[in-house]
């Protein structure tokens, strides 16, 4: 079974800090990892994945995440927040073997920015 | 190129009715999930379809189906409605069944009464 586990519900930093959102996660095999955001009443949209290569993955609006297998973490990061990034983020997981495109998502983290 | 659409946005039910919804995925796309969002529950898996096909399938009552027609267009059914029911379904396209990136639609909040 795969599971995703974000430690932290929600994370507030004042804009232009550097922000991190963690993630960890369990799965059989190597991982596909994703990270996606949701605005209010929105879907989900996407950031960044891992599959292989570069442990360092950048993404969309400047975000990038550091896959460090030793310790089955999937960090969201940003050098500098906006007030405008302020949202819901969910990092999900699915193995790359198996068939289907299942994915298992963590309980998600608020992200708040403030001047 | 257009993203994935769902019909309808809202919707209002009450108990034991029942209750389609539909998506549509990016032009190119075959491979169609559904995902339930509740505040209790998180993000859980429905089910998968990929050439007409269900793929997989996550741990929900017989209530909840679904189906893909030959158009990658997909539609997920939910009979018997109950109070828990309440949620925002997303769909969510991608190329392929392989690994693949899947992209949201806007979702389609379902209120049941």
């Known amino acids: 079974a795969q599971s995703v586990a974000q430690p932290e519900d929600q994370v507030n930093v004042a804009e232009g800090n550097p922000l991190t959102v963690k993630c960890t996660y369990s799965?059989?095999?190597?991982?596909?990892l994703f990270w996606y955001v949701q605005y209010p009443n929105r879907g989900l949209q996407f950031l960044l994945k891992?599959?292989?290569?570069?442990?360092l993955v950048k993404g969309s609006y400047g975000f990038e995440a550091e896959f460090n297998k030793s310790q089955t973490s999937f960090h969201l990061k940003k050098p500098s927040a906006l007030v405008s990034d302020s949202a819901l983020y969910f990092c999900?997981?699915?193995?790359?073997?198996?068939?289907?495109?299942?994915?298992?998502f963590g309980t998600g983290t608020q992200l708040k920015v403030e001047l | 190129k257009a993203g994935v659409t769902q019909t309808p946005r809202y919707l209002i039910k009450t108990r034991g009715q029942q209750v389609t919804l539909s998506c549509s995925p990016i032009?190119?796309?075959?491979?169609v999930s559904w995902y339930q969002q509740t505040p209790g529950q998180g993000l859980q898996f429905l089910f998968e379809?990929?050439?007409?096909?269900?793929?997989n399938k996550g741990n929900f009552p017989g209530r909840f189906s679904g189906r893909q027609f030959s158009n990658s267009r997909s539609e997920m059914n939910v009979s018997t409605l109950e109070l828990g029911d309440s949620a925002l379904y997303l769909c969510?396209?991608?190329?392929?069944?392989?690994?693949?990136?899947?992209?949201f639609g806007p979702g389609t909040r379902l209120t049941v009464l």
């Open positions: 799965v059989s095999g190597n991982p596909y």
């Open positions: 999900a997981v699915r193995a790359l073997t198996g068939g289907g495109n299942k994915l298992t």
């Open positions: 032009s190119g796309h075959r491979s």
């Open positions: 969510a396209s991608s190329l392929s069944s392989t690994p693949d990136t899947q992209y």
């Open positions: 891992y599959i292989t290569g570069d442990n």
């Open positions: 379809y990929f050439s007409e096909t269900q793929r």
